[in-house]
């Protein structure tokens, strides 16, 4: 008989010191300062502003310990109950309401393995337990993104540079026109379209994105580096394929005798449908965060040398939250509170929705929009923008293969690799 495993009691204030948060844009011009904010508030309201987050970020730190340890843990034996009883059901496609149980169930726990456990551990939420199990930096989640890539490219690149146009990969996600600022293509005609592929496959639209061969076709990636990220990808791939799509079918051959030979068929159709469940809840939760009306976007040399405050400014300007009921929350990984997640990405997801109060009125204190509605609402924010920006614009200077466009994106690179060649020669002398 199995003993139940026991855990060290987490000691208080295990948290205090925990920080995997983003740091401010610097600028290589010591005389370059950022301008975000500064039509909502003077740089001495924002560097308050910003104290005033640090502030509410370490009360949560400081009171971070065994109930958040449990909730996770909880959280987890839930899940994995979930996917046992669900594929249990799925080896019963000669009894239906079993069978479609367990197809709901299996979904419902790659949806949590997915949004409030992989997601929230890979960020390092909980690495402060010092639980090899929870730790973020050697947890593999159930989709065939390898969280090697997906980390550097979501954690890194995209926390750090949020809705920055040519830093942020995760504008349109290099597919879909989202914003003014994206130059307009013909693809981009069919914007709606090309996002429902994109929900019912996202886990590959993920796997894809992070083995980023558009940066190594245009040489701003080396092959090694390439071929590492292909070879990552592949290897995932096999993972995730031999274990939904062909290891569990084949555990279901013994019940061909019994029920037919479509049994296995019936076992690798519900492991499908579970996951493009994943997927479209996933899309949709991540799509509503992002891309509402009202959220914004911003070009590199306004957030150079942006200030804490200025950052955090940005990153509640680039979010937008979900309302919805406790339950509601928990299966969106609680990121139905984005502009929290943006503002504190390291902090236990469990804890966005205690704090958000006190945030939403100290942004509003400052005359910031907290961008906050219905899932229904955010479906339609997000499903109007697409259309919109898929039409193509009147003025040529949007339009990506125009000559007006590619003579302004030209003179945009001369004018930075000018300044940055500046900068570069600055440091030189002064060394």
């Not at 958040?68 to 987890?76: C, E």
Request: one cysteine or more; charged letters at 25%.
């Amino acid at each position: 008989m199995s003993r139940k495993r026991t855990y060290a009691p987490i000691e208080p204030l295990s948290a205090s010191n925990h920080n995997e948060a983003p740091k401010p844009l610097t600028s290589d011009d010591p005389d370059h300062t950022s301008n975000i904010g500064l039509e909502y508030m003077t740089r001495e309201d924002l560097d308050k502003f910003g104290r005033d987050l640090d502030g509410i970020r370490q009360r949560v730190l400081d009171d971070l310990g065994q109930k958040d340890a449990d909730y996770i843990r909880r959280v987890i034996r839930v899940q994995r109950a979930f996917e046992v009883l669900g594929r249990v059901g799925l080896f019963m496609p000669f009894y239906l309401p079993a069978f479609f149980a367990g197809l709901v169930l299996l979904a419902l726990a790659k949806i949590i393995e997915n949004m409030e456990i992989g997601h929230n551990i890979m960020h390092g939420q909980y690495d402060w337990m010092n639980d090899p199990v929870i730790n973020g930096k050697s947890y593999e989640w159930d989709i065939v993104a390898p969280s090697q890539d997906w980390k550097e490219g979501h954690n890194f690149i995209h926390h750090t540079y949020t809705n920055i146009h040519g830093m942020d990969r995760d504008i349109g996600y290099n597919l879909l026109r989202i914003d003014t600022g994206q130059p307009w293509y013909a693809t981009h005609r069919f914007n709606l379209p090309m996002a429902f592929v994109l929900m019912l496959i996202f886990e590959w639209g993920v796997m894809y994105h992070g083995v980023e061969l558009d940066e190594y076709l245009s040489g701003r990636m080396s092959k090694e580096e390439f071929r590492a990220r292909r070879s990552r990808a592949f290897k995932k791939i096999r993972r995730q394929v031999t274990k939904d799509y062909v290891a569990y079918p084949l555990l279901a051959l013994p019940l061909v005798p019994f029920v037919g030979w479509w049994a296995p068929l019936a076992v690798l159709g519900a492991n499908l449908v579970a996951n493009i469940i994943r997927n479209i809840w996933t899309f949709i939760v991540i799509f509503c965060g992002h891309f509402p009306a009202e959220v914004q976007t911003f070009e590199e040399k306004d957030a150079l040398g942006e200030s804490r405050g200025q950052w955090y400014v940005r990153q509640l300007l680039g979010s937008a939250n979900i309302s919805g009921s406790r339950l509601f929350h928990v299966m969106t990984g609680n990121l139905s509170h984005q502009i929290e997640h943006h503002l504190f990405p390291d902090i236990p997801a469990r804890r966005y929705p205690v704090i958000a109060p006190e945030v939403r009125a100290l942004i509003e204190k400052n005359g910031l929009q907290y961008n906050t509605g219905r899932l229904g609402r955010q479906i339609f924010s997000v499903a109007r923008q697409l259309a919109v920006f898929g039409r193509k614009p009147s003025d040529p200077y949007l339009i990506g293969n125009s000559p007006e466009s590619k003579a302004l994106r030209r003179a945009k690179r001369e004018e930075e690799a000018a300044r940055r060649a500046e900068a570069d020669e600055t440091a030189r002398m002064a060394a």
